[in-house]
T-cell receptor, first 113, second 113 residues
Framework: DQQVKQNSPSLSVQEGRISILNCDYT??????FLWYKKYPAEGPTFLISISSIKDKNEDGRFTVFLNKSAKHLSLHIVPSQPGDSAVYFCAASDAGNNRKLIWGLGTSLAVNP | DAGVTQSPTHLIKTRGQHVTLRCSPISGHKSVSWYQQVLGQGPQFIFQYYEKEERGRGNFPDRFSARQFPNYSSELNVNALLLGDSALYLCASSLVAAAFEQYFGPGTRLTVT
């Protein structure tokens, strides 16, 4: 039972355009959401996060939007750069589980020059 | 400052053997979590330790065990290895057990033949 779902296994965008990565969740107890970026043979790198009390968080080129009623969040990367090419994981946690992370399957982003 | 370090980076074992993986958290971080990532999937939570005590355990058999030392480093032990244990084992550190963000090491790639 996948509590965090990333339904697009891959995404390809042109350099300079916007990349939008989507994530859905089923557990209404989740109150904190994170995006991690992962290159092959490396551990995940924390990118950006959002608390359930907010609907938007922005950090440079990265913005995360949260729609609680739809149990949906998205990561926007503007403008996309070739170095952004990686696998992006959405993860969620709740205070009742000591914030152990529940992960999606990841979306592989390719940014073409 | 050094990030999370893990050793070894790669390991090949045969079925039935046991393995010990090691992790050193970021300086000042007192909590360590272990995750297993099988190819094509998101990481799955195995254990969390805080102040040398187990704070959480995922859905893994008793062949998996871990401990945390007074310097907050940690070991993950797996006994009676199975082919299905082949995966990337990730260690994450955080300031406290229920910290919002976790920071990951590069992982140990375990191959069981």
């Amino acid at each position: 039972d996948q509590q965090v779902k990333q339904n697009s296994p891959s995404l390809s965008v042109q350099e300079g355009r916007i990349s939008i990565l989507n994530c859905d969740y089923t557990n209404s107890m989740f109150d904190y959401f994170l995006w991690y970026k992962k290159y092959p043979a490396e551990g995940p790198t924390f990118l950006i996060s959002i608390s359930s009390i907010k609907d938007k968080n922005e950090d440079g080129r990265f913005t995360v939007f949260l729609n609680k009623s739809a149990k949906h969040l998205s990561l926007h990367i503007v403008p996309s750069q070739p170095g952004d090419s990686a696998v992006y994981f959405c993860a969620a946690s709740d205070a009742g589980n000591n914030r152990k992370l529940i992960w999606g399957l990841g979306t592989s982003l390719a940014v073409n020059p | 400052d050094a990030g999370v370090t893990q050793s070894p980076t790669h390991l090949i074992k045969t079925r039935g053997q046991h393995v010990t993986l090691r992790c050193s958290p970021i300086s000042g971080h007192k909590s360590v979590s272990w995750y297993q990532q099988v190819l094509g999937q998101g990481p799955q939570f195995i254990f969390q330790y805080y102040e040398k005590e187990e704070r959480g355990r995922g859905n893994f058999p008793d062949r998996f065990s871990a401990r945390q030392f007074p310097n907050y480093s940690s070991e993950l032990n797996v006994n009676a290895l199975l082919l299905g244990d082949s995966a990337l084992y990730l260690c994450a550190s955080s300031l406290v057990a229920a910290a919002f963000e976790q920071y990951f090491g590069p992982g140990t790639r375990l191959t069981v033949t």
